[in-house]
């Protein structure tokens, strides 16, 4: 039996040791596999970090590509707007037709340069046109020496326009506010509306500079409630509200005229007789009442001439004490000379006929 234990177990054991065995086999294997897998993984991570590097450097090309790009691209506009500005391609209509016949292909932009570059060098060979050449560089650099000089000269000479331009003008505002100021007033008084104001022309495009030429004085006037205030113009009044207008601008304007007396000719004619009262009368208070500023009886406003054929009657401004009326005769029946006139003998060779006549009728 002990025997029979004792076999039974070496057997056992036997099973046991193949079995280590095998597991010995299987776990150097799978050691094997494992050390490969490492070395492949060892391999791969190295490949990677070589795509990585690679990819790295293509990127960095690719920025530096991107960035000469961008500033070859920016100088390329530089140049284009240069040789614009030299050729005055928009008034050279056959330079702007060789310019759109230049191909767009590098290829073919490459050739032309080299043609351009052989012909460069044929020139050489010819000395005469080496020597207009630089005649024609002498030319040109003086000429913008010249035009460097005419361009700061034109700066200095518009800033001493603008400088002189702001003290004038604000003198004009200034006298215009005031003449607007009376001119709107004197028309309120006739029941229309006006504004003088200082027109200026276009808008220029200098900013700080004006075209003095079209400066002038504009009148603008309302005769309607229902319009709106237009430019005075013989196509949009009539003769009578052109009149009107005219005169209530002289009579603004008066306060600043220096002269010692005005003459107008027949100003009144064309007017309706409300108009014509209401003008007549602004007249006078314009021309009889000492200014705003008068310091003694020297200070006055000067005299005032109005002319005319005729004048309305019972114009009680005509009572004014500074108003003097003088008539002139003109005729066949006037005297031969002004010594004879006799305003005595004039009134009783009136009464006698007066009293002829009430005697006739008696």
Known sequence: DNIKKFVANLETAAARYDAYLQAN???????????????????????????????RGLEQQYRTAESEFKRMKSLIKQLKAQAVQLANIDEDDELREKLDEISDDINELEALIEDAKD???????????????????????????????????????????VAMKEPYQAALDNITNKV????????????????????????????????????????????????????????????????????MYLMSMQDMMVSPFRCVDEINQGLDDRNERLVFRRIVQNSTTMPDDAKGPTDHRGQYFLITPKLLPNLTDMETTGVTVLCIFNGPFNFKHFNDWDVDQLIESRRAHKKRKTEVDL
Not at 27 to 48: C, R, T, Y
Not at 128 to 134: H, K
Not at 213 to 235: M, N, P, Y
């Open 180 to 247: 607007n100021s009376k001119f709107g007033n004197y028309m309120s008084e006739l029941g229309c509306a006006g504004e003088v104001r200082l027109y200026k022309g276009e808008e220029s495009r200098d900013e700080d500079v004006h075209n003095f030429k079209e400066w002038g004085i504009q009148i603008r006037v309302k005769f309607r409630e229902t319009s709106d205030l237009q430019t005075l113009s013989a196509q949009v009044h009539s003769g009578g509200e052109r009149s009107v207008s005219t005169i």
């Open 25 to 55: 086999e299987l776990l150097a294997g799978i050691k094997m596999s494992e050390d490969g897998l490492k070395e492949s993984l060892s391999i791969s991570q190295q490949a990677l970090q070589d795509i990585e590097h690679q990819t």
């Open 119 to 161: 012909q460069i060098q044929s020139i050489q060979d010819n000395p005469q046109v080496l020597v207009q050449y630089e005649e024609q560089k002498k030319n040109f650099e003086i000429q913008k020496q010249e035009l460097e000089d005419l361009a700061d000269s034109k700066g200095l000479k518009r800033r001493e326009l």
